[in-house]
């Protein structure tokens, strides 16, 4: 089983849809520790990207994904426009060529889509940020691999972690982005952009 560019594009079709679905529910958890925006930018950003898809046919593997990342660099703004666009373009240029990846090439697109989080962001597990989605979305899906479970099952899992990640989130301390200027007010909520990074997994489990 692979993942084709036409996935790719039901991928970022799918995940444009839950967040608009999930718009202000995000917009809410980062009015509690935040500024209110998260869910509103990245609305605008998987619009903008869902109108480039529409208006760009084909397309190999890394030109979809790099577009994505243009897009959210472009429209999103805030930390989490950067932030997911590095994302985007590292997995997008480690997919330059590709027009179908196996569940090996998966991984390494979630890889690289974590390490473009990590490297910018310099967050680290535990953080309360993007990466305690993230992280465990990839060591679960590796898991899932290693145990020999097919892709859609090892999407399934990993969806499953980055949302246990997201809730995993409440309790913590906030040490990076603006969440951190809060303190010890920053505990009780869940992080918004976690809570984002976990749909973006879901939606491609779904999709898969
Ligand atoms: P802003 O904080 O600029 O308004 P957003 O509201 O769009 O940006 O995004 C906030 C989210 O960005 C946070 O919930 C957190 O998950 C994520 N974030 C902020 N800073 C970092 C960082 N340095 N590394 C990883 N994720 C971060
Ligand atoms: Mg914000």
Redesign the pocket.
Known sequence: MSITTGTLRNWLRHAAALIHEQRDYLTR??AA??????GV??DRGFTAIVESLAQHHGGDAGTILKTAAMRLIAT??????P?YGTAFRRAGKLNEGCQSLDEHQVLAMLQAFLDG??T????HPG??????ALAPAVEAYAQALSEQQSLAEALQRAAAAAHQGAAATIPLL?R????SYLGERAIGHQ???????ALLIQALAEVV
């Open positions: 958890l980062d520790i935040g500024d209110g925006d998260h930018n990245l999103v703004g805030g930390a989490s426009g932030l989080v990590s910018l962001g310099k967050a953080d309360k940020t993007m990466v305690d906030a990076r982005g603006r969440a992080d918004p952009g976690a809570t984002s990074a």
